[in-house]
């Protein structure tokens, strides 16, 4: 028993990109064995529709051994919209990380915040999840962690509660998504439904999300604070003990402010011209550029330090812009078999009758396992959403629904999966193992599970 233990311990999870080869692969073999298949689709406010009742058998189309390496770049063309977004984006934060603004920014706020004891965790969450909610901040959480926890043990309380204030922030902000371009945006793009459009209840959930996070760190901060020994991480708290840590006094000067002034005017611009002028992924890049080369002119680092910049930016991006390509190449082998019809149709078949709210939390749970092997919450909204999107048009469930499972689905498991670096990478600069994480996080986890079914079953009553 003991063997098989060891031997278990040395299974390594498959990379994200090799599952999602092999559901490329899975995907070329289906079109052999599912019967190719179509419905008729009609144009109705802006919006291609399935029509239902129209499902015909078509001639098959399997697709050859070499179509599905093909189906690679013919993917990150058809994403390239999305695709080049993330590394723009990844560009301009890769300046702004350079310019020092960041780093000294969040460190003068916490020093700050610091002197007020009792607001501390909540400000510092709301900081964090403003971050989640615009920006989908995810592998720049990791940056923040050190401080966190600096701050965390100034004021009393251990290493779990500093981690959590900064990945739990920015979960909450993440899982709110109002108006988050990577996993909001990218699904109602695929949906056909304007940009951000929904946002309103979006933020009343977002509100309770928070909060209960809030609650949850708080709760644990202030029994750790009153007897170290409940720590969950109590033995590296005594480990570390000895090892007097203070905040780097930073000097946050004008021009790193002037920099971080960029980003949230570019935020701010953007939202603005998605609501007024009807702007997409192109139009927000640009903004991008502009506000990253600004940034790093205004911040000192020269033309050639400002590009350097850029290029590392991108490449710590790379990991999640590429997943975009893999996970649409799932879709293109499923377009060219001519099955994905043909899987819509069988699907739609096993949940006639269903009632719609099981549908939904049927939507929920899929979309929350699936993040497992697809950690990114761009690439799994293109791969799900154009198979849960004619499904809820012949189930007659609105497309906000569809978009509002996929998006609680990815955000909530990326606190729970091992899969998630962001979360590994955070847990590790903290020195907390993946266990300790869980004995802290699951309450949360489930607490946040009922909170978000009760609103899409809520928003399906209320027709939203």
């Known amino acids: 028993?003991?063997?098989?233990?060891?031997?278990?311990?040395?299974?390594?999870?498959?990379?994200?990109?090799?599952?999602?080869?092999?559901?490329?692969?899975?995907?070329?073999?289906?079109?052999?064995?599912?019967?190719?298949?179509?419905?008729?689709?009609?144009?109705?406010?802006?919006?291609?529709?399935?029509?239902?009742?129209?499902?015909?058998?078509?001639?098959?189309?399997?697709?050859?051994f070499f179509d599905i390496f093909r189906a690679?770049?013919?993917?990150?063309?058809?994403?390239?919209?999305?695709?080049?977004?993330?590394?723009?984006?990844g560009g301009a934060f890769g300046i702004v990380h350079k310019t020092g603004a960041f780093e000294n920014g969040v460190n003068t706020a916490m020093q700050i915040l610091g002197?007020?004891?009792?607001?501390?965790?909540?400000?510092?969450?709301?900081?964090?999840?403003?971050?989640?909610?615009t920006i989908g901040l995810a592998e720049e959480t990791i940056i923040f962690v050190p401080i966190g926890i600096i701050i965390a043990r100034t004021l009393g309380y251990d290493a779990m509660t500093g981690v959590s204030m900064v990945i739990l922030g920015a979960a909450s902000g993440f899982l709110g998504g109002m108006l988050n371009p990577f996993t909001v945006g990218v699904a109602q793009s695929v949906a056909e439904l304007p940009m951000f459009s929904g946002w309103g209840l979006r933020t009343v959930i977002y509100?309770?999300?928070?909060?209960?996070?809030?609650?949850?760190?708080?709760?644990?901060?202030?029994?750790?604070?009153?007897?170290?020994?409940?720590?969950?991480?109590?033995?590296?708290?005594?480990?570390?003990?000895?090892?007097?840590?203070?905040?780097e006094q930073s000097r946050f000067c004008k021009r790193q402010a002037l920099g971080l002034l960029f980003i949230v005017a570019t935020i701010l611009l953007n939202v603005y011209g998605i609501f007024s002028f009807g702007w997409s992924f192109n139009e927000m890049s640009a903004n991008f550029i502009i506000a990253g080369l600004l940034a790093g002119f205004v911040g000192g680092l020269g033309v050639n330090g400002t590009f350097d910049a850029m290029i590392e930016g991108m490449k710590d991006i790379l990991f999640g812009a590429m997943i975009v390509g893999f996970a649409k190449g799932i879709i293109v082998i499923l377009e060219n078999g001519h099955i994905i019809d043909s899987i819509v149709h069988g699907m739609t078949l096993l949940l006639h009758g269903v009632h719609p709210t099981i549908v939904i939390l049927m939507m929920f749970v899929l979309q929350f396992l699936l993040n497992f092997f697809i950690p990114s919450g761009s690439g799994q909204a293109l791969t799900t959403m154009p198979l849960m999107v004619p499904i809820s048009d012949l189930l007659?469930?609105?497309?906000?629904?569809?978009?509002?499972?996929?998006?609680?689905?990815?955000?909530?498991?990326n606190v729970l999966f091992p899969t998630s670096a962001i979360l590994m990478g955070a847990l590790a600069v903290g020195k907390i193992t993946y266990i300790q994480w869980l004995k802290f996080a699951w309450k949360l986890i489930l607490l946040w599970v009922v909170v978000c079914s009760v609103a899409m079953t809520l928003a399906l009553l209320l027709g939203y």
Do not use: W
């Not at 239902?52 to 399997?62: A, K, L, M, P, V």
């Not at 007020?116 to 999840?129: A, G, Y």
């Open 1 to 64: 028993m003991t063997k098989r233990i060891k031997q278990l311990k040395h299974i390594k999870t498959p990379h994200t990109y090799a599952l999602l080869l092999s559901i490329i692969v899975c995907a070329s073999v289906l079109t052999y064995i599912i019967p190719a298949g179509a419905y008729d689709r009609e144009k109705k406010d802006g919006q291609t529709l399935v029509v239902s009742g129209t499902y015909h058998e078509i001639n098959q189309h399997g697709v050859s």
């Open 72 to 89: 690679i770049p013919e993917g990150l063309i058809s994403g390239g919209e999305i695709v080049f977004y993330i590394f723009l984006v």
């Open 115 to 133: 002197r007020f004891k009792v607001l501390m965790i909540p400000l510092t969450m709301l900081i964090f999840s403003i971050l989640g909610f």
């Open 207 to 247: 509100i309770v999300v928070l909060l209960v996070a809030i609650s949850v760190v708080m709760l644990y901060g202030r029994r750790v604070k009153n007897d170290m020994s409940k720590s969950i991480v109590y033995e590296l708290e005594q480990k570390e003990r000895s090892v007097q840590t203070t905040v």
């Open 396 to 413: 007659e469930i609105n497309r906000q629904l569809t978009v509002l499972a996929f998006q609680y689905g990815d955000a909530i498991s």
